[in-house]
């Protein structure tokens, strides 16, 4: 099952082959149903080098499409994991019953704003995709790496907060252009991909796409040291991706992000000993002899000890009161 591919529609195909409770994040683009073989014409694109054969779900036919996919979607993910919808406005209703009526809960209904719109006359441009990040109903907690991209000390120029911006729920992330290269009518941007695999997964974990489309979703799990399956219904994209799969290096992502998984406060769940409390305290006072104030003191010591900024607060409260 592990970074095995299924040429099969995605619901016949996980009943065979994917077990309950198997699959630590899903992260799919599903068929509009807006007739995607004519979208270049919406879009003036170029079409020479995209696949023939674009397998659309019949208008009628997409609300029990969407809850039978969904039904096994449900199935296969584990309690700690998460899955991400990626779905245009006219079908958005029928996924979101989807959803419901097949016991996921949503946490985050997010706006991805891409780099190019719809041609149009006589109404507003359509700019953007619906990201639906959502849960089991059961689920207490689900696995997220808040620290995977940015740390909480990161600042731009102006003195904002990467992390808090990455952290928005409104995405501007541009789609990507290959001149010359075969791809699907419709391929998730790299950077996409990537940011909903950093804070919803672990190196080793498991990621399905259930809409394999350009295998975007494999390309880049794999080049995040994760593993991954899925389903791709179209005949001549599955034989030419799945050999474009051997192209891609396995972990070459992983020299983007920063070490300690991306994560800052890497001791943050240890248990302080004394010796390293103290060790604090003795910054603390040479970082403030220095001159700096006591935030920027704490900053500092967040990053050198891999702990959070209170964190290091109480303790060096707790240290001088002793």
């Known amino acids: 099952m592990r970074d095995i591919y299924y040429n099969q529609d995605c619901i016949t195909g996980a009943r065979e082959h994917l077990p309950d409770r198997s699959i630590d994040l899903i992260i799919t683009d599903p068929p509009f149903a807006i007739n995607g073989d004519s979208l270049h014409k919406h879009y003036h694109r170029k079409e020479e080098h995209v696949f023939e054969g674009y397998v659309e779900v019949a208008p009628e036919e997409y609300r029990i499409f969407s809850f039978k996919w969904v039904r096994e979607a449900h199935r296969v993910l584990k309690d700690t994991g998460s899955m991400y919808v990626v779905s245009g406005w006219s079908n958005l209703l029928d996924i979101l019953l989807a959803l419901e ?77 290959k001149k010359g290269r075969m791809r699907n009518k419709n391929t998730l941007p790299a950077e996409l991909l990537r940011k909903m695999i950093l804070y919803s997964s672990d190196e080793g974990d498991l990621i399905c796409d259930f809409f394999l489309g350009s295998f975007s979703t494999a390309k880049i799990a794999k080049s995040l040291n994760r593993h991954s399956t899925g389903f791709e219904i179209n005949k001549d994209i599955y034989d030419y991706q799945l050999k474009q799969m051997g192209n891609v290096e396995r972990g070459y992502m992983l020299n983007d992000v920063s070490s300690n998984g991306g994560n800052p406060h890497h001791n943050q769940r240890k248990r302080w000993t004394e010796e390293e409390a103290s060790k604090v305290l003795e910054r603390y006072n040479a970082i403030k002899s220095s001159g700096l104030t006591d935030k920027k003191a704490y900053q500092l010591l967040s990053v050198e000890f891999g702990r959070g900024y209170f964190s290091m607060m109480n303790i060096v409260k707790k240290k001088r009161k002793n």
């Open 101 to 177: 009526k097949n016991g996921f809960e949503l946490i985050n209904h997010i706006i991805w704003k891409y780099n190019f719109g719809v041609s149009t006359r006589h109404k507003f441009v359509t700019s953007h995709y619906h990201i639906l990040y959502c849960k089991k109903s059961s689920s207490k907690k689900v696995k997220f790496n808040t620290f995977c991209r940015f740390g909480a000390s990161d600042k731009a120029e102006d003195n904002s907060s990467f992390l808090y911006t990455d952290l928005e729920d409104v995405w501007v992330i541009n789609r990507d252009f």
